[in-house]
């Protein structure tokens, strides 16, 4: 137990304060936990169900709501379509982020150019601008270059989204490498992409793997481009949620049952990336 | 060249390596051999590569970054100076038509108002509740991983879909808040169709991810402390609020300063919520910035006038990000 950090809170605390301390964290842990427990539980209900005038814990619970999403029913769509645009907009840009950051950051941490600091700066600085200022631009652009509804389109804007955040996670990871050990790879004669690929990608596929999630997350979850630059061909699952959101009460077991759906690749993928989580929000800030 | 063919002498030594790689990599290592045409050619662009890898290797992700955040942000400035709807095909020159329009627009000023109130509240009740967040998760306390684990859900469920479980939560006559309310006998606003307790309703569903958000930053920043300071000032007698106060938050402050900064830009982008949970109602009583110039755009069309009010809030929001700028420089 010495190994673990000690704060404010723990010192040689009384009996008393520890318990009250402990079902305070489980009060507020909860409170954050209970509306994702109560979206799943919602779309396990049906429609008169999930509308009652006091919310009930008890009911009789049906499927009904995720095989209507599933299947589509009574002239509702279907989630597949938009699951599979959204499965090939996140992976593609995810690699292609990838492929462009590792490049990037390695020659970024390893030897800066000069005005490194600028081009560093340049790419996070990109990721702070309000997309509402960009949108109407690229709107048009798009219409232009006939990528409306494409799913090529989201994946080249994903990608460049999520490249600044990308570079700066792996830079930070990149710089814990013990410089002797790419100085030895340098000195051993081994041309830059195999410096890559058989020293540098061995040492930092923890960190590459965190990066992946980070961008999968961030790319799953866009909802403000995609809702405006696609309707059908390269709608994402959050497009699908958006069309069931004018109507007040009718769709709320169905729509929470979608949501669910929605939600679950990125809460396996965040489960999976936690420990580096908060690297990836701090763009590599925080470790 | 000298220093080509001194890179080859050390290569040459090791020949073992040649052969994991093919013929790629003979044609990279080995000399370039005269005669061999196209092959030495290749092995001259694949050195000069490897020597300019350095400049290069941003270049592609910059270019892209560039391209498709810098150029539409330029494009939309000059959209500002000009009348353009899409209804109609031409449009022309407007000057300064479109900002002096803003500047009288009584629906710009609360939407100003509301951009302010929205990400001030925000960030201090996020900066709060994510600080004590972080503290009671730092505790060395027996399964504290489970809830290390649970306490970040909110901040991986889609703006979209937290924005669904809200609206549902709010709701007057199905949802939790007020059944609570009337559990514990209190009166149960219509939350989302009053102009006093919509906004406060937004607030709520953004600090519900927000918080969370700071929290996960503090706690990281709280768990890397040194502890000697802590001991010794414990040592000397000082009370928990002392040493909160002279000691955690001045070793925390840079961790917060980012978090701050980072929060600040996201709520000045809140976008998600106002669409599905408020829509910007009642009235305008919920309509910020980002959300007024998302409708101006879409729903009224007038993207003239929509590009001028968003870079009226790229101007609101040049002191976050110069902020912002600061500190990565300085972590940089």
């Known amino acids: 137990m010495k190994q673990q950090t000690r704060t404010l809170a723990d010192r040689q605390a009384k009996p008393l304060t520890k ?3 402990g079902v305070l964290t489980w009060i507020v842990v909860l409170i ?6 109560w979206m799943a539980l919602t779309g396990l209900k049906s429609e008169t169900d999930a509308n009652t005038s006091t919310p009930h814990f008890i009911f009789k619970p049906t499927f009904a709501q995720y095989a209507s999403v599933w299947k589509g029913a009574g002239g509702l769509n279907g989630l597949p379509p938009y699951l599979e645009h959204s499965v090939i907009v996140t992976v593609v840009s995810t690699l292609l982020v990838l492929l462009l950051a590792l490049p990037a950051a390695y020659a970024l941490s390893i030897r800066p150019v000069r005005k490194w600091r600028d081009v560093l700066f340049f790419f996070i600085s990109t990721k702070m601008l309000p997309v509402v200022g960009a949108i109407i631009p690229l709107y048009l652009i798009a219409r232009n270059l006939h990528l409306l509804d494409h799913v090529l389109l989201l994946i ?3 990608t460049a989204i999520n490249l600044p955040i990308a570079v700066w996670m792996l830079r930070s990871f990149l710089l814990e490498v013990p410089a002797e050990v790419i100085e030895a790879a340098r000195v051993d004669g081994a041309g830059l992409v195999r410096q890559l690929r058989r020293v540098i990608i061995p040492i930092i596929s923890p960190g590459l793997a965190a990066t992946a999630l980070i961008c999968f997350i961030f790319a799953w979850n866009e909802f403000f481009l995609a809702v405006n630059l696609t309707t059908v061909n390269g709608a994402t699952v959050p497009i699908y949620l958006v069309g069931f959101v004018q109507p007040e009460g009718p769709f709320l077991a169905h729509l929470s049952a979608a949501a669910t759906i929605a939600c679950l690749p990125v809460l396996l993928a965040g489960w999976a990336a936690q420990d580096k989580l908060v690297r990836g929000l701090s763009m590599g800030a925080v470790k | 060249m000298a220093r080509a063919s001194s890179s080859d002498a050390t290569r040459a030594a090791t020949p073992a390596d040649r052969g994991v790689t093919g013929q790629a990599a003979a044609t990279l290592d080995g000399r370039p051999v005269p005669g061999r045409g196209g092959v030495a050619v290749l092995a001259r662009i694949r050195r000069w590569l490897d020597r300019r890898f350095f400049v290069l290797a941003p270049l592609p992700g910059f270019v892209l970054v560039a391209a498709v ?5 330029v494009l939309g400035i000059y959209l500002s100076f000009t009348n353009y709807q899409p209804i109609h095909p031409t449009y022309q020159w407007s000057g300064l038509v479109n900002y002096r329009g803003l500047v009288h627009d009584p629906q710009v000023h609360q939407a100003v108002k509301n951009t302010v109130i929205f990400a001030g509240f925000g960030l201090v009740i996020e900066m709060i509740l994510g600080v ?3 503290l009671l998760l730092a505790r060395p306390a027996r399964g504290i991983s489970v809830f290390r684990t649970l306490y970040v859900l909110p901040l991986m469920v889609a703006g979209i879909a937290s924005a669904v479980a809200w609206r549902a939560l709010l709701n007057t006559s199905s949802g939790w808040i007020n059944y609570l309310f009337s559990v514990v006998g209190l009166p149960q606003p219509n939350w989302l169709a009053s102009p006093h307790t919509a906004m406060p309703s937004v607030l709520l569903a953004d600090v519900w991810s927000g918080a969370p958000t700071v929290a996960i930053i503090v706690l990281a920043g709280l768990l890397a402390m040194h502890k000697d300071p802590v001991e010794a000032a414990r040592v000397d007698g000082a009370t928990d609020w002392q040493i909160f106060l002279r000691i955690t938050l001045p070793a925390l402050r840079p961790v917060l300063a980012f978090a701050a900064v980072f929060r600040l830009v996201d709520l000045f982008r809140q976008i998600a919520l106002f669409q599905v949970v408020t829509g910007g109602g009642p009235g305008l009583a919920t309509t910020v910035l980002n959300f007024f110039v998302y ?12 590009a001028a009010l968003a870079v009226l809030l790229i101007v609101m929001m040049i002191i976050p990000l110069a902020l912002f700028a600061r500190l990565a420089r300085r972590s940089a």
């Open chain 1, 19 to 21: 318990l009250l301390l």
């Open chain 1, 32 to 37: 954050f936990f209970f509306p994702v427990l």
């Open chain 1, 156 to 158: 080249i804007l994903y």
């Open chain 2, 69 to 73: 955040t810098l150029v539409p942000i």
């Open chain 2, 132 to 134: 004590g967040l972080a």
């Open chain 2, 295 to 306: 409708q101006t755009t879409f729903v009224f069309g007038e993207l003239g006038y929509g």
